[in-house]
């Protein structure tokens, strides 16, 4: 857990996620498509990627992925990000 509560300082925006997943995908796009520029981590792809799957999964995030971190605070899954994007709130946390 400790690497994944480090690997989410590098960035404003840390997105967790798997190469495969296609709602990862979308969650990354979405993200983008405001201008920000997160850093991604493929736990399919990182060496430590089955760790950091568990030490997600022990904070909450269920499924693993996506898992979005904006300002330090995990804010959670494509089911809150798209919920804050339709309620207008997702760029204002990107801004």
Do not use: W
Request: charged fraction near 20%.
């Amino acid at each position: 857990m400790d690497m994944v509560m480090e690997l989410r300082t590098t960035n404003s925006v840390v997105i967790f996620t798997k190469s495969s997943c296609c709602i990862s995908h979308s969650i990354k796009t979405l993200i983008r498509s405001f201008g920000a520029n997160p850093t991604v981590y493929e736990l399919d792809t990182h060496p430590n990627g089955k760790q950091m799957e568990k030490a997600l999964q022990n904070l909450g995030c269920q499924p693993s992925v996506p898992a979005v971190f904006i300002g330090k605070e995990l804010i959670g899954g494509a089911k809150e990000i798209m919920s804050l994007n339709l309620r207008g709130m997702l760029k204002q946390l990107l801004g």
